[in-house]
């Protein structure tokens, strides 16, 4: 069965400080992972996307990087803000014409001032 | 990136009445659309992958003659929610793929079932 796990669940640091976020999966084979940032009470923005040959990418104070062999993924913060106070979910897609996409259950994070 | 739009933003009803969430794509044709459910601190939850011109298909669980899921258009998918119970209340969101296998989220919907 695929799955996706982040780590940690949830997660509280103050403003100004990094952090590291984490996703391991076991979706076989593999596409693509995305990183989304969701804020309370509304839909996911897309942060970044890698496909299979990316080790990492960078979306302003938000990098993301893939190891395709150890199926490990994580989302650094730096110079964190009160705005990223929010949920951050690791999602992993499959090839093919079907594309049900595997989404992790989120990292939320609280930045406190 | 894509633009997905969702109508109405949120919604307040009665038990027992049926409720029409619609979800466009502004920007580009999407042949697929999503629709998930998100209860409040849990994980979005799959409940339809809407095609273009055939039948939606369900995840294991969801009722399809609850949740009635019409894409009549390339730009253009909806909900219903029929006969509404408070247990229904959720965070109703759906999405879009590219050809590229990016997706894109709409705002969501907040329906609240009294």
């Known amino acids: 069965k695929n799955q996706v796990e982040q780590s940690p669940q949830s997660l509280i640091i103050l403003e100004g400080k990094n952090c590291t976020l984490q996703c391991n999966y076991t979706v076989s084979p593999f596409s693509n992972l995305r990183w989304y940032k969701q804020d309370t009470g509304r839909g996911p923005v897309s942060l970044t996307i890698?496909?299979?040959?990316?080790n990492t990418k960078s979306n302003g104070r938000y990098t993301a990087t893939l190891d395709a062999d150890t199926k490990q993924s994580s989302l650094h913060i730096t110079a964190s803000q009160l705005s990223d106070s929010a949920s951050y979910i690791c999602v992993v897609s499959a090839p093919g014409g079907s594309y049900i996409p595997t989404f992790g259950r989120g990292t939320s994070l609280i930045v406190h001032p | 990136g894509a633009v997905v739009s969702q109508h109405p933003s949120w919604v307040i009803c009665k038990s027992g009445t049926s409720v029409k969430i619609e979800c466009r794509s502004l920007d580009f044709q999407a042949t697929t659309m999503f629709w998930y459910r998100q209860f409040p601190k849990q994980s979005l939850m799959l409940m339809a992958t809407s095609n273009e011109g055939s039948k939606a298909t369900y995840e294991q669980g969801v009722e399809k003659d609850k949740f009635l899921i019409n894409h009549a258009s390339l730009t253009l998918s909806t909900l219903t929610v029929t006969s509404a119970h408070p247990e229904d209340s959720s965070f109703y969101i759906c999405?879009?793929?590219?050809?590229?296998?990016?997706?894109?989220f709409g705002p969501g919907t907040r329906l609240t079932v009294l």
């Open positions: 999405s879009e793929t590219t050809s590229y296998n990016e997706q894109f």
């Open positions: 890698m496909t299979f040959s990316e």
